[in-house]
């Protein structure tokens, strides 16, 4: 999920689609296609086998500006170095905001890593660009050699690295958005907290902040202050704006290619949206809140950031606690925003340095790679089945007393921006900020919501070439 567009990067949520999962298939998943010409039609068979002994160095390039990103990685090869001691692992760094012409300049001159730090949906661009190699086949070789299985891991949020059925990102975590709360500024309002666990309702959620409104009004911290209830980001970022749209029934674009925005459940969703601004439960795009979470102010936020970011932080640390994000009943679909961040090994090595970087890759997923990483300070659940339980699991030391299972609830509500894997890939972009002005025009109200909606159309078939 480009988990994006806002002021923290928490998959690196940068953040952030799935297939198949213990609860079942998800119709819209890219890794899907009713279409069986587009799924791959033969893996090759592979070796993947490399003599422990071998000399080497593996470069791999992290987003700059993320020490954690660094230091998780580093924590990683020095255990990586007790299977391969003379495998080097060398970090390169590379901007965010310059991500896709770095990385396609210097895949044209040849320097660009052995592996490459992605996202959701992100990868998509290192597929167009064929820098991303397909992974099946290296999955198929370790599974073979008892060294591998897919059934160990999240397999709906490792999917969500894939294209047609095709693998093509190793995950290095999972990450979902959840609902952070501030426990003292309930509790000062006299606010009722026994609804806020997971699973709890939309409608729930509203009521708590209907509560939070009417304290706040009767300080005179009234919404035109620019005093709200949640930083729920809804405005530039698709992993809280999207699964949104979905659980009212709406969708950008269908597993088909085609413009799906003008439906009911769209305009159910544009209604909750504008409703969400009227009674100054959120602010509109554009306006500065007079309130915000980090500030201890606002008693919700929506995100997908580890707790310690957040802990981390003087005004609030000590306050806060996790739960899932509300779940949105009004389609019988609720979803929840999720997402990727992890690495895709450089298609343009040659075989030996490709087997090399799947070993390190593989490493990564490995229980010792991931507590490696949590060491590091990846404090998000990992991507395997066996490391929920935060209380006993390095992700989640020192917050044994906090809900934490919070990013572990409901993995089967989980989607990510899958849209724009419908899309062509070159207009992904473009598709991207069509739908971002769709959300802006939605929250701003300045439209009705058909002319909103036509808006959006348009802009979206023209890049879909319709």
Same mark, same amino acid.
């Given at each position: 999920m480009k988990s994006i567009a806002k002021k923290i990067v928490p998959f690196a949520l940068f953040a952030a689609t799935a297939l198949l999962a213990s609860c079942g298939q998800d119709p819209y998943a890219p890794g899907q296609s009713e279409d069986a010409s587009d799924q791959p039609t033969s893996i090759p068979t592979i070796d993947v086998s490399v003599d422990p002994s071998i000399d080497d160095t593996v470069s791999i390039t992290v987003p700059s500006g993320n020490p954690e990103e660094t230091t998780m990685i580093e924590k990683a090869a020095e255990n990586f170095a007790l299977k391969f001691p003379n495998v080097k692992i060398k970090i390169e760094y590379i901007s965010i905001g310059s991500y896709e012409t770095t990385v396609r300049q210097r895949s044209m001159s040849g320097t660009l890593s052995d592996i490459v730090w992605t996202n959701s949906p992100e990868f998509l661009f290192?597929?167009?660009?064929?820098?991303?190699?397909?992974?099946?086949?290296y999955f198929n070789a370790s599974t073979e050699a008892g060294e591998f299985s897919i059934n160990d891991y999240k397999t709906r949020f490792f999917d969500m690295g894939s294209l047609k059925g095709t693998h093509y990102v190793v995950p290095?975590?999972?990450?979902?958005?959840?609902?952070?709360?501030?426990?003292?500024?309930?509790?000062?309002?006299?606010?009722?907290?026994?609804?806020?666990?997971?699973?709890?309702?939309? &409608?729930?959620?509203?009521?708590?902040?209907? %509560?939070? $409104?009417?304290?706040? #009004?009767?300080?005179?911290?009234? =919404?035109?202050?620019?005093?709200?209830?949640?930083?729920?980001?809804?405005?530039?970022?698709?992993?809280?704006?999207?699964?949104f749209l979905r659980s009212?029934?709406?969708?950008?674009?269908?597993?088909?290619?085609?413009?799906?925005?003008?439906? &009911?459940?769209?305009?159910?969703?544009?209604? %909750?949206? $504008?409703?969400?601004? #009227?009674?100054?439960?959120?602010? =509109?795009p554009g306006i500065d809140a007079g309130s915000?979470?980090?500030?201890?102010?606002?008693?919700?936020?929506?995100?997908s950031a580890a707790f310690s970011h957040y802990d981390n932080m003087r005004v609030i640390k000590g306050k806060i606690n996790v739960v899932s994000l509300p779940l949105i009943e009004a389609n019988n679909a609720p979803k929840i925003g999720a997402g990727i961040a992890g690495y895709s090994i450089n298609s343009k090595k040659d075989a030996a340095k490709k087997k090399l970087c799947w070993q390190f890759l593989r490493h990564l997923l490995t229980?010792?790679?991931?507590?490696?990483?949590?060491?590091?300070?990846?404090?998000?659940?990992?991507?395997?089945?066996?490391?929920?339980?935060?209380?006993?699991?390095?992700?989640?030391?020192?917050?044994?007393?906090k809900n934490l299972s919070a990013y572990t609830f409901g993995e089967e509500y989980k989607i990510?921006?899958?849209?724009?894997?419908?899309?062509?890939?070159?207009k992904m972009n473009r598709l991207n900020l069509a739908y971002s002005d769709f959300v802006t025009n939605a929250l701003q109200g300045r439209k009705s919501i058909d002319e909103t909606i036509a808006i959006a159309a348009k802009a979206i078939n023209k890049e879909l070439g319709k």
């Amino acid at each position: 999920m480009k988990s994006i567009a806002k002021k923290i990067v928490p998959f690196a949520l940068f953040a952030a689609t799935a297939l198949l999962a213990s609860c079942g298939q998800d119709p819209y998943a890219p890794g899907q296609s009713e279409d069986a010409s587009d799924q791959p039609t033969s893996i090759p068979t592979i070796d993947v086998s490399v003599d422990p002994s071998i000399d080497d160095t593996v470069s791999i390039t992290v987003p700059s500006g993320n020490p954690e990103e660094t230091t998780m990685i580093e924590k990683a090869a020095e255990n990586f170095a007790l299977k391969f001691p003379n495998v080097k692992i060398k970090i390169e760094y590379i901007s965010i905001g310059s991500y896709e012409t770095t990385v396609r300049q210097r895949s044209m001159s040849g320097t660009l890593s052995d592996i490459v730090w992605t996202n959701s949906p992100e990868f998509l661009f290192l597929i167009k660009n064929d820098i991303a190699e397909p992974l099946d086949a290296y999955f198929n070789a370790s599974t073979e050699a008892g060294e591998f299985s897919i059934n160990d891991y999240k397999t709906r949020f490792f999917d969500m690295g894939s294209l047609k059925g095709t693998h093509y990102v190793v995950p290095r975590s999972a990450d979902t958005v959840v609902c952070f709360y501030n426990e003292e500024l309930l509790s000062n309002a006299g606010i009722d907290m026994s609804s806020i666990q997971n699973g709890w309702t939309w &409608d729930q959620f509203k009521g708590v902040c209907s %509560e939070w $409104r009417a304290y706040q #009004d009767g300080k005179g911290n009234t =919404k035109d202050k620019g005093f709200i209830c949640v930083d729920a980001y809804m405005s530039g970022w698709n992993s809280v704006s999207y699964p949104f749209l979905r659980s009212f029934g709406g969708e950008v674009i269908n597993a088909d290619g085609n413009c799906a925005i003008d439906s &009911d459940g769209t305009r159910a969703a544009i209604t %909750e949206l $504008r409703d969400l601004v #009227d009674k100054g439960y959120i602010v =509109k795009p554009g306006i500065d809140a007079g309130s915000s979470f980090e500030t201890g102010t606002v008693p919700f936020l929506f995100q997908s950031a580890a707790f310690s970011h957040y802990d981390n932080m003087r005004v609030i640390k000590g306050k806060i606690n996790v739960v899932s994000l509300p779940l949105i009943e009004a389609n019988n679909a609720p979803k929840i925003g999720a997402g990727i961040a992890g690495y895709s090994i450089n298609s343009k090595k040659d075989a030996a340095k490709k087997k090399l970087c799947w070993q390190f890759l593989r490493h990564l997923l490995t229980k010792e790679g991931q507590e490696a990483m949590a060491e590091g300070g990846l404090n998000v659940p990992p991507i395997r089945n066996d490391m929920n339980d935060f209380a006993k699991e390095k992700w989640g030391e020192g917050y044994a007393d906090k809900n934490l299972s919070a990013y572990t609830f409901g993995e089967e509500y989980k989607i990510t921006d899958e849209f724009l894997s419908y899309g062509p890939v070159d207009k992904m972009n473009r598709l991207n900020l069509a739908y971002s002005d769709f959300v802006t025009n939605a929250l701003q109200g300045r439209k009705s919501i058909d002319e909103t909606i036509a808006i959006a159309a348009k802009a979206i078939n023209k890049e879909l070439g319709k």
